[in-house]
T-cell receptor, first 111, second 109 residues
């Protein structure tokens, strides 16, 4: 089992560019989450999904979009990158029982 | 209502000293989870507490859930350099998993 896989690990974007952060899990989990973590700070929920075809906003959704066409994949889209979106992004999944499993993170810098 | 507050924000201890982080909610929690994030790493699940007054131990780590299910604590006895990192509590709020701001632990050897 690979668990939760995020790609890319690192990315530098210019202001106004767009990109998609990929997240896939092989544990057949229904719940998936996207968080951002600014330096020395906690995890803020961007979007979450309770199953294929269902997504909802978290605490800080502005500037982001998600889709959940399959159980395995939960990509996060940045349409017009801004310096305020410089952060580390974590994807997580949960099987509805206890623990959430996190990916290794994507370190994004917007310049 | 959905947030959990963690204190302290940061603690620097001498190796061998004890460490405690606290997690507080203004509303009753159905459960509380604890995670550890090593520097440069990703959060890793430690434990979940469900019952009022519950106490669980993992080697030098002791986790408690308050009687009113509004607070929780993580206590580390005799810290080691391997304990460094950020400790988060997290609550389920509807279908969301909401994290506290975390307590950063540094250990001086």
């Amino acid at each position: 089992n690979a668990g939760v896989t995020q790609t890319p690990k690192f990315r530098i974007l210019k202001i106004g560019q767009s990109m998609t952060l990929q997240c896939t899990q092989d544990m057949n989990h229904n719940y998936m989450y996207w968080y951002r973590q600014d330096p020395g700070m906690g995890l803020k929920l961007i979007y979450y999904s309770v199953g294929a075809g269902i997504t909802d906003k978290g605490e800080v959704p502005n500037g982001y979009n998600v889709s959940r066409s399959t159980t395995e994949d939960f990509p996060l889209r940045l349409e017009l990158a801004a310096p305020s979106q410089t952060s580390v992004y974590f994807c997580a999944s949960e099987g509805g029982t206890v623990e959430a499993f996190f990916g290794q993170g994507t370190r994004l810098t917007v310049v | 209502g959905q947030q959990v507050m963690q204190i302290p924000q940061y603690q620097h201890v001498q190796e061998g000293e004890d460490f405690t982080t606290y997690c507080n909610s203004s509303t009753t929690l159905s459960n509380i989870q604890w995670y550890k994030q090593r520097p440069g790493g990703h959060p890793v699940f430690l434990i979940q507490l469900v019952k009022s007054g519950e106490v669980k131990k993992q080697k030098r780590l002791t986790f408690q859930f308050g009687e009113a299910k509004k607070n929780s604590s993580l206590h580390i006895t005799a810290t080691q350099t391997t304990d460094v990192g950020t400790y988060f509590c997290a609550r389920e709020y509807g279908n969301k998993l909401v994290f506290g701001a975390g307590t950063i632990l540094r250990v001086k050897s």
